[in-house]
């Protein structure tokens, strides 16, 4: 199983930024997926999860309504669209999948993770 995340950048404040992870080895109609990140010095913390059902969980409060999270079925690719973004949204977003059909906010609960992309705030 393998993800490949992508889409992170430098951006400015109030800009947008979409992110993509595609899942090989894995079908997203089984499992849960996620996206976490992380800054220096800090844990990774969720953001969003989609269930295998497409059930949405917002894992993160200063997120909800600024990021949503979709799927392709056809590409097994999960995309997280971050709109409105601010200077506390710079970090490393990664992606993960469950071994699971629903998700967790803990990062403990995914069994294989993305390589992680970099996003960028400037304010």
């Known amino acids: 199983v393998q993800l490949q995340a992508s889409g992170g950048g430098l951006v400015q404040a109030g800009g947008s930024l979409n992110l993509s992870c595609t899942v090989s080895?894995?079908?997203?109609?089984?499992?849960?997926i996620a996206w976490f990140r992380q800054t220096p010095g800090n844990e990774r913390e969720g953001v969003l999860c989609l269930s295998s059902t497409g059930l949405i969980i917002k894992y993160d409060d200063p997120t909800k309504g600024r990021f949503t999270i979709s799927r392709d079925r056809a590409k097994n690719t999960v995309y997280l669209q971050m709109n409105s973004l601010k200077a506390d949204d710079t970090a490393v977003y990664y992606c993960?999948?469950?071994?699971?059909?629903?998700?967790?906010?803990?990062?403990?609960?995914?069994?294989?993770w993305g390589q992680g992309t970099l996003v960028t705030v400037s304010s």
């Open positions: 080895g894995l079908s997203l109609d089984y499992v849960a």
């Open positions: 993960a999948v469950s071994r699971y059909a629903v998700g967790s906010s803990e990062a403990g609960h995914y069994t294989k």
